[in-house]
């Protein structure tokens, strides 16, 4: 089974349609504070273009439900994204399938007490997945279906998917000309290297 992509920061059109023509998985739009930010006029006409032939996911740092209402009721979404912090424990009933994201500082880490539909494993603030041991992998990866982040792209994606076999991979720097506009070489190129690993 070929690992699941994820690319994430797609501002537009163009990106996207690139992104279900080379067989990307899952797009995601940012409405976190982030240079990737999408806009609200933006998320509709993506949405509009590719909604159904791709699962689209909005990103959010916390789950705030009016803030999330707000948006579901202009954009049509597939997936909901928000950042687990140790003291939240109870999501409540999310209104989306949820990608469920931990910050990684260090090699130790708490996995959500809330069920899931995908945890994300994000690395952007200690420079990598090798932080990760391989004995925590094993033990996080037995009980969900994990994506890593965290700089991924075309030069380090066979090495990640070959040492820690993830359900999938998030990528957003990793396939970027500049934040929120992507390089379709990049992409093309990440896409080949994926379908010639196995999990």
């Not at 699941?4 to 080379?22: L, P, Q, S, T, Y």
């Not at 049509?76 to 950042?83: A, S």
């Not at 990640?160 to 992507?182: H, M, N, Q, S, W």
Request: charged residues 25%; hydrophobic residues 40%; proline residues 7%.
């Amino acid at each position: 089974m070929s690992t699941k992509v994820k690319v994430c920061g797609i501002r537009n059109v163009e990106d996207a349609v690139f992104c279900v023509e080379h067989g990307v998985d899952f797009v995601g739009m940012i409405f976190a504070e982030s240079p990737r930010r999408a806009t609200v006029s933006q998320a509709k006409s993506i949405a509009r273009e590719v909604k159904g032939q791709i699962p689209i996911v909005a990103v959010f740092d916390q789950f705030d439900r009016a803030e999330v209402t707000r948006l579901l009721n202009e954009v049509q979404f597939d997936f909901l994204q928000t950042y687990y912090r140790p003291g939240n424990t109870n999501m409540g009933n999310p209104p989306l399938p949820l990608f469920s994201s931990v910050w990684i500082e260090d090699s130790d880490f708490a996995v959500p007490p809330y069920p899931c539909d995908y945890l994300l494993l994000d690395f952007k603030k200690v420079g990598g997945p090798q932080g990760l041991s391989l004995d925590k992998w094993s033990r996080v990866a037995e009980n969900h279906d994990v994506f890593l982040a965290g700089g991924i792209g075309p030069d380090n994606a066979a090495e990640l998917i070959e040492t820690y076999k993830p359900f999938g991979i998030d990528c957003a720097r990793g396939t970027e000309v500049e934040p929120g506009v992507k390089d379709h070489g990049k992409i093309q190129r990440l896409m080949e290297i994926v379908k010639s690993c196995s999990r």
